[in-house]
């Protein structure tokens, strides 16, 4: 599988913008994917995930209500629509697929799981 992230920009507070991830190659065997990101001098930390099994989206608390993740099977595509864009909000934005308890904090394997090669998001006060 291979992951490639697209929709970064520079934007000023309040603005919106959309990420999307495409995915190719072995796409039947993703069982889940999910947004992370990764500010200046910070931790990578999770933005997101959704299932390959259509349940509802899953948020970090920073972004809940104001970021929403869905995805396009027919596309092999999922997005992250972000609005109320915050200062804080600024990181390289992640695109990730892996087993579903890798988002919940079990261990990782890297050889299970696959990642974009990141877009900025860069947000202006």
């Known amino acids: 599988v291979q992951l490639v992230e697209s929709g970064g920009g520079l934007v000023q507070a309040g603005d919106s913008l959309r990420l999307s991830c495409a995915a190719s190659?072995?796409?039947?065997?993703?069982?889940?994917m999910g947004w992370y990101r990764q500010a200046p001098g910070k931790q990578r930390e999770l933005v997101g995930y959704?299932?390959?099994?259509?349940?509802?989206?899953h948020y970090a608390d920073s972004v809940k209500g104001r970021f929403t993740i869905s995805r396009d099977n027919a596309k092999n595509t999922m997005y992250l629509q972000m609005n109320s864009l915050k200062f804080e909000d600024t990181a390289v934005y992640y695109c990730?697929?892996?087993?579903?308890?890798?988002?919940?904090?079990?261990?990782?394997?890297?050889?299970?799981?696959?990642w974009g090669q990141g877009t900025l998001v860069t947000v202006s006060s």
């Open positions: 990730n697929a892996a087993p579903t308890t890798y988002y919940s904090g079990s261990p990782r394997n890297r050889y299970l799981e696959v």
């Open positions: 959704i299932t390959s099994g259509g349940g509802s989206p």
């Open positions: 190659g072995s796409t039947f065997s993703i069982n889940a």
